[in-house]
């Protein structure tokens, strides 16, 4: 099979003692796509991630890059590159100095050191002790460890993390260039929007399983739109909705009515109740709402 960065976790679980931080999750991780990968603090993402790289051992279950576990892998910086919360820098190392160390231990060529800084946005950096930069500086780096190897898939644990609104722009420009050599990237944040302007599918987990898997418009379409109405009688109108068979109407805190249905049909009932309407918006949800219905029971954010 001709290498391709798939990356697989099937039925993989996790138990540590008494605590189960992975039960039972199976996903894939295509060619030439970006997947987000949520969940609130907890969740087992982080712990997922590491199983992926081999850093700890499945107590039951698979995880494979192009169809091998990593340990299996014949040249494993070269299928995957990671970068994972924790990152190790000497302080007083420069920037081209620690990324040829990791580049001998893996056995590339100084070259590419040149072509990764260049590739991040530190080629005007190189010679910088690592103990001066900043914490974007800083993932930029591991970013660029993690390319040492030329790898077809990318496994990201918060990217984003210290990136100003630039670096987070180009981030996303990177993640879907790298995606669109037909590489593969699996990344887990916390910054909702930026997954959603970056990612084709998303995995979310609650507790140590997967609730969703699959593409960002698929899962807007399991969602009924809403049409929020300003209107001069919102009982009138509720009870003309309700006549036609529409009963999922919300009163929100503005005084405007939340209608599951599509806006044709609220215009009908309110032309029919001689209602006059003052405003009428078709909501979006966007993927921050859907990730809050999804994880509902958990905590506040994904980690």
């Known amino acids: 099979m001709e290498p391709s960065g798939r990356i697989t976790a099937d039925a993989l679980s ?15 991780v295509e060619p030439g796509t970006v997947t987000g990968f949520l969940g609130p603090n907890g969740s087992g993402k982080t712990t997922t991630l590491r199983m992926l790289l081999g850093l700890v051992t499945p107590t039951s279950g698979e995880a494979r ?7 299996e892998l014949p040249h494993p910086a070269g299928a995957v590159g990671g970068v994972l919360e924790a990152q190790g820098f000497h302080p007083a190392r420069t920037a081209r100095a620690h990324l040829r160390v990791h580049a001998a231990a893996i056995g590339v060529p100084d070259e590419r050191v040149e072509e990764v800084l260049a590739l991040v946005g530190l080629a005007g950096d190189a010679r910088r002790p690592v103990g001066g930069f900043s914490l974007g ?17 990318l496994v990201l644990d918060e990217p984003g993390n210290g990136l100003d609104p630039e670096g987070v722009a180009w981030l996303r420009s990177f993640l879907r260039g790298f995606a669109r050599d037909g590489r ?58 309700a006549r036609g068979g529409l009963l999922e109407i919300d009163t929100l805190p503005d005084g405007r009515l939340a209608v599951a249905a599509d ?14 309407i003052y405003g009428m918006v078709e909501e979006r949800l966007d993927l921050e709402q859907l990730y809050f219905q999804l994880t509902a029971d958990q905590g506040v954010g994904p980690r």
């Open 14 to 28: 996790k138990r540590f003692g008494s605590v189960t931080a992975v039960e039972g999750l199976s996903f894939t």
């Open 184 to 241: 593969s990237v699996l990344v887990s944040s916390h910054l909702l929007a930026e997954v959603d302007q970056t990612a084709d599918h998303v995995v979310v987990l609650r507790d140590g399983r997967c609730v969703y898997q699959g593409g960002l418009d698929r899962l807007r379409a399991s969602n009924r739109p809403r049409v929020l109405v300003r209107c001069a009688s919102p009982v009138e109108l509720a009870e003309q909705l």
């Open 65 to 71: 890059i192009d169809g091998l576990r990593f340990a």
């Open 137 to 153: 500086m800083r993932q930029r780096l591991a970013l660029a460890t993690a390319l040492l190897g030329d790898p077809r898939a």
């Open 263 to 276: 806006a044709v049909r609220v215009g009908d009932a309110a032309l029919a109740a001689g209602v006059a």
